[in-house]
């Protein structure tokens, strides 16, 4: 049995405001505020232990070959299976997971979730935050958890050729992977919400949801909005960030510094930890927090768009 990415570990909800009050609408409509929590999850407990690494057998895939026989064997571990991504567009933990599936060849469709009434995931009365995956009728909970059962399902269908995917879980990767999560993630809010504008810069991709009707879209924006900027001074103080902008910039440089004179972090590929930077980075695309910081950043825009030339990604406007 393949050693989990990361030990099981109890996640605390990180709830970026507080829900409003049910809000009444001029025509009586009665609309349950439970506002997006951005998903933002937080492990209790950071011991550098937790994070376990399979020994590294001898290769037997080139690397020229790797990201080729990695989609190849995902593709296959999950043939037929109906897997549905609930979302919310500017999370960086789903877009985290769309990564990752993306390059282990995984098909799958995306729901988009309502921020204000989770109406789309009600079947999971005991989890309402995103991402969730639907495996069929298995439901899978929270970025670190469908990350492992995909991987070790591939794993554990492909015996014979897991060890292609020991560059992809290595160690550091991994280190990285955990870096996304516990720093990089948890700077992006306050630094899309300094000002009401940028708020609502951030929520305008609710617009774009056909699935939606026109009162779901117009409160979405309204009030997801105006909530996501009045609490950002709170994550502010929460997590002890001064300058938003500065501490995303030095945490950015952090990654920079990593990968310096390589392609990825995986080298000749994306690894774990390339994927994960660079899905959080992706939940922001087009705002104007990833204008500046990619206009700044000239060794991070090169890795970037080397990433979104692998995965086959679309530019978002």
Known sequence: MFKRLFKPNPFVQFTPYRCFK??????????????????????????????????????????????????KIGKNAFEGAEISLFQYKICPFCNKVKAVMDYLGVQYRTVEVNP??????????????????????????DSHSIINSMVERIKMENLSKSDIFDDFVSENAIKWAKFADDKLAILLYPNITRSFGESLQAFSYIKKVDSF??????????????????????????????????????????WTNEIKGRQFLGQNEPNLGDLCIFGCLRAIEGLDAFDDIMRDNVELDKWYKRVVKVLEYEPII
């Open 22 to 71: 049910s809000v009444h609408s001029s025509f009586g409509v009665l609309t349950s505020a439970s506002l997006l929590s951005f998903s933002l999850e937080r492990m209790c407990s950071r011991n550098d232990n937790s994070v376990q690494c399979a020994p590294l057998p001898n290769k037997n895939f080139s690397t020229e070959n790797r990201f080729e026989s990695v989609r």
């Open 116 to 141: 204000l009434t989770k109406k789309e995931i009600k079947f999971s009365k005991d989890y309402q935050k995103v991402p969730v995956v639907l495996i069929g009728q298995d439901c899978l909970k």
């Open 213 to 254: 009707n026109s009162f779901e879209k117009y409160s979405n924006l309204m009030i997801g909005s105006f909530a996501m900027w009045m609490a950002q001074g709170k994550i502010k103080k929460k997590y002890g960030i001064k300058d938003e902008r500065e501490s995303l910039q030095k945490a950015i440089s952090l």
